[in-house]
């Protein structure tokens, strides 16, 4: 059986944790840009992207919580719905830029489109990760500071929070 001890994880500094955000987020957006540009060609764009955002915020939160924000285990619930705020308003500035690139062009090509969904989602990604890091999970980096760090059961339950020795 895995001790507590052997399951902490320290919580990474600022430039750590942006590095592992872009690559965990990164990745993940890179990915969620190509498969809305798949889904908008059979499904309205907007809903295209709706779908693709929900489903890559859960696995990007995910990500964060065990790998960016070395929370050492899986995201709760409170830090999935604190994480979907903020998804939900990097949806509402990726859908007003592509609004604003279809107003001023009639038929922007592919790639422009893509250029432009990325830096519009860069953008919202660094806003992400300051209320990630300073909001979301600050709880945890607060606790493995103060040398608390959660100790997992084999239930499926919520973690118990013990005083490191």
């Known amino acids: 059986m895995e001790t507590a001890q052997g399951r902490q994880q320290a919580a990474p500094g600022a430039f750590a ?52 924000f070395g929370a050492g285990g899986r995201a709760t619930w409170r830090q999935h719905a604190q994480s979907a705020g903020s998804a939900a308003a990097g949806y509402a500035l990726t859908c007003g830029a592509m609004l604003v690139l279809h107003q001023l062009m009639a038929a922007p090509g592919a790639v422009l489109e893509q250029a432009v969904y990325l830096s519009a989602s860069a953008l919202a990604g660094v806003a992400r990760f300051a209320v990630l890091r300073l909001v979301v999970f600050a709880r945890n980096r607060a606790q493995a500071a103060a040398g608390v760090r959660p100790v997992h059961t084999a239930a499926a339950g919520p973690a118990v929070f013990c005083r490191a020795a």
């Open 17 to 68: 944790a942006f590095a592992r955000f872009v690559l965990c987020g990164g990745g993940v957006g890179l990915a969620a840009s190509f498969a809305v540009a798949a889904l908008a060609s059979r499904i309205p764009w907007v809903l295209a992207n709706a779908l693709v955002t929900v489903l890559s915020t859960l696995l990007a939160t995910e990500l964060h919580a065990r790998f960016t």
